[in-house]
């Protein structure tokens, strides 16, 4: 068995996805197993995102009707309903008693949501135990337990069935892990997934942990230095609705950029 276990790291989440993505397409049967992407914020890039790479693919997520990134990300952290200049509680009930009725109706959400099981995941016949807070004020109370620093996503008693497919949830865990001596170094953020496709959800995906981690160092206390997905099993995720040839196009599009990027960036 021959695993692509290189991680892929960079300081702009946008090129991380474009590599990501043509390491895919170049894969034996388009899939690569495990794959391991980060983006390294110890030493904050001028922009976390290039909008060139993220246009490119948001014209065929746009074309095949799919979800963009940004819907995508706010399925794992609500970026808009956070104040940092507010109390955290603040975000728990905008989400539980605002966002959440409305999105739960939706047929795709019908399990759930990953940010609904991070701040109540369901405890019957007892209360639902809000994961972040959990973590939070853990840390805050001094116990730094690397294992108190985890939220778990994947439920069995709702997950574990016999279905074909089943969208929901690919993510099954987050770990928070500070750095150096009691957090000083910063606090990194990594997501692990069952599986993962490159179109349409990783870029999404690696937004909304990042912005999840962010949030965590936040309320920690700490800084932010980075975000890792891992994904056991990652394959390019086209259906019928994303046709052959855009694929082809877009592989096409983001070889040439990222090369041009890379000797662009070797001149200077």
């Given at each position: 068995m021959k695993n692509e276990?290189?991680?892929?790291?960079?300081?702009?989440?946008?090129?991380?996805?474009?590599?990501?993505?043509?390491?895919?397409?170049?894969?034996?049967?388009?899939?690569?197993?495990?794959?391991?992407?980060?983006?390294?914020?110890?030493?904050?890039?001028?922009?976390l995102e290039d909008m060139t790479i993220r246009s490119l693919l948001e014209a065929i997520l746009s074309k095949a009707s799919k979800p963009t990134p940004a819907t995508v990300a706010n399925t794992i952290f609500p970026q808009s309903l956070w104040n940092p200049k507010k109390p955290r509680a603040l975000l728990y009930k905008r989400y539980m008693e605002g966002a959440?009725?409305?999105?739960?109706?939706?047929?795709?959400?019908?399990?759930?949501?990953?940010?609904?099981?991070?701040?109540?995941?369901?405890?019957?016949?007892?209360?639902?135990?809000n994961q972040l807070e959990q973590v939070i004020s853990t840390y805050l109370n001094g116990n730094h337990r690397h294992s108190a620093l985890q939220l778990s996503i994947f439920d069995p008693r709702k997950d574990h069935n016999n279905q074909p497919y089943l969208g929901f949830p690919c993510l099954h865990q987050v770990c928070l892990t500070p750095h150096g001596a009691n957090g000083a170094d910063g606090l990194s953020i990594t997501g692990f997934y069952a599986t993962q496709h490159l179109l349409p959800k990783a870029y999404g995906n690696y937004l909304g942990l990042f912005?999840?981690?962010?949030?965590?160092?936040?309320e920690m206390n700490l800084k932010f230095i980075g975000m890792t997905c891992i994904a056991s099993f990652t394959?390019?995720?086209?259906?019928?609705?994303?046709?052959t040839g855009w694929v082809s196009k877009l592989e096409d599009d983001l070889q040439i950029y990222i090369e041009k990027k890379a000797l662009k960036s070797g001149n200077k």
């Amino acid at each position: 068995m021959k695993n692509e276990i290189s991680p892929i790291s960079e300081s702009n989440l946008s090129v991380a996805w474009a590599k990501a993505f043509l390491r895919v397409r170049k894969s034996p049967h388009q899939q690569v197993h495990p794959l391991i992407v980060s983006v390294d914020w110890t030493t904050p890039a001028l922009d976390l995102e290039d909008m060139t790479i993220r246009s490119l693919l948001e014209a065929i997520l746009s074309k095949a009707s799919k979800p963009t990134p940004a819907t995508v990300a706010n399925t794992i952290f609500p970026q808009s309903l956070w104040n940092p200049k507010k109390p955290r509680a603040l975000l728990y009930k905008r989400y539980m008693e605002g966002a959440y009725p409305r999105l739960k109706h939706c047929f795709a959400n019908n399990k759930g949501t990953y940010f609904q099981r991070m701040v109540s995941f369901d405890n019957s016949p007892r209360e639902p135990v809000n994961q972040l807070e959990q973590v939070i004020s853990t840390y805050l109370n001094g116990n730094h337990r690397h294992s108190a620093l985890q939220l778990s996503i994947f439920d069995p008693r709702k997950d574990h069935n016999n279905q074909p497919y089943l969208g929901f949830p690919c993510l099954h865990q987050v770990c928070l892990t500070p750095h150096g001596a009691n957090g000083a170094d910063g606090l990194s953020i990594t997501g692990f997934y069952a599986t993962q496709h490159l179109l349409p959800k990783a870029y999404g995906n690696y937004l909304g942990l990042f912005r999840l981690g962010q949030f965590m160092a936040h309320e920690m206390n700490l800084k932010f230095i980075g975000m890792t997905c891992i994904a056991s099993f990652t394959s390019v995720g086209a259906d019928k609705d994303i046709k052959t040839g855009w694929v082809s196009k877009l592989e096409d599009d983001l070889q040439i950029y990222i090369e041009k990027k890379a000797l662009k960036s070797g001149n200077k």
